[in-house]
């Protein structure tokens, strides 16, 4: 069975642009939840969706958005980039919504650099 | 607000032997689950053990077990007969009920001496 997937693994881009990460579930998972990994401030949760819709969102600013597709795969947009938003972006799947917290299985990640 | 505490940025411990990690989280909700994350160098995220908070009884999973200390706000991780494998970043992470929103430690590096 495959895994989580994410692409692209690396992605450089300069302040001001948009980038684009991509997630592709584990078949049979319908919720993804999107983690930033950076230097000095941890593992932060950013985004959980499910049956395509948002369903909870992380303490960040609105110009991180994403969406999820009928095939449950789910793009994470982050737009006009700064600097500090270089991190590695995890995607995790799972089963289902609520109320159980199904194990969730993450992606490889993307290593996002802004320059 | 919901914070989790790994206190132990870096530990070693030999082979064989055994070596916990501690961990404590702060909370006002009564519902919730704890887990503990394992990331090794270079490779995906996997989930170590999980401890649902309504259940008294310690989660173990052959060589992990936790120490689940709820009024003390504490889940420590043992790791028995220590493998070169376990060398990781072990993070610690905290799911209030019905929000599916991980918060975690700021983990521990994990190093197993041959």
């Known amino acids: 069975e495959a895994g989580v997937t994410q692409s692209p693994t690396h992605l450089i881009k300069t302040r001001g642009q948009q980038a684009t990460l991509r997630c592709s579930p584990i078949s049979g998972h319908t919720s993804v939840y999107w983690y930033q990994q950076a230097l000095g401030l941890g593992l932060q949760f950013l985004l959980w969706y499910d049956e395509g819709e948002e369903r909870n969102r992380g303490n960040f600013p609105p110009r991180f958005s994403g969406r999820q597709f009928p095939n449950y795969s789910s793009e994470l947009n982050v737009n006009a980039l700064e600097l500090e938003d270089s991190a590695l972006y995890l995607c995790?799947?799972?089963?289902?919504?609520?109320?159980?917290?199904?194990?969730?299985?993450f992606g490889p990640g993307t290593r996002l650099t802004v320059t | 607000a919901q914070t989790v505490t790994q206190s132990q940025p870096e530990m070693s411990v030999q082979e064989a032997e055994t070596v916990t990690l501690s961990c404590t989280y702060d909370?006002?909700?009564?519902?919730?689950?704890l887990f503990w994350y394992k990331q090794p160098p270079s490779r995906q995220m996997i989930l170590v053990i999980r401890?649902?908070?309504?259940?008294?009884q310690n989660a173990t999973e052959n060589r992990f077990s936790v120490n689940f200390q709820k009024a003390a706000k504490s889940f420590s991780l043992k790791i028995s007969d220590s493998q070169l494998g376990d060398t990781a970043m072990y993070f610690c992470?905290?799911?209030?009920?019905?929000?599916?929103?991980?918060?975690f430690g700021t983990g521990t590096l994990l190093a197993v001496q041959p």
């Open positions: 909370t006002s909700e009564n519902n919730y689950y």
């Open positions: 995790a799947t799972a089963t289902g919504g609520t109320p159980l917290p199904y194990e969730q299985y």
């Open positions: 401890q649902e908070a309504y259940k008294q």
């Open positions: 992470a905290f799911m209030a009920a019905l929000t599916n929103k991980l918060i």
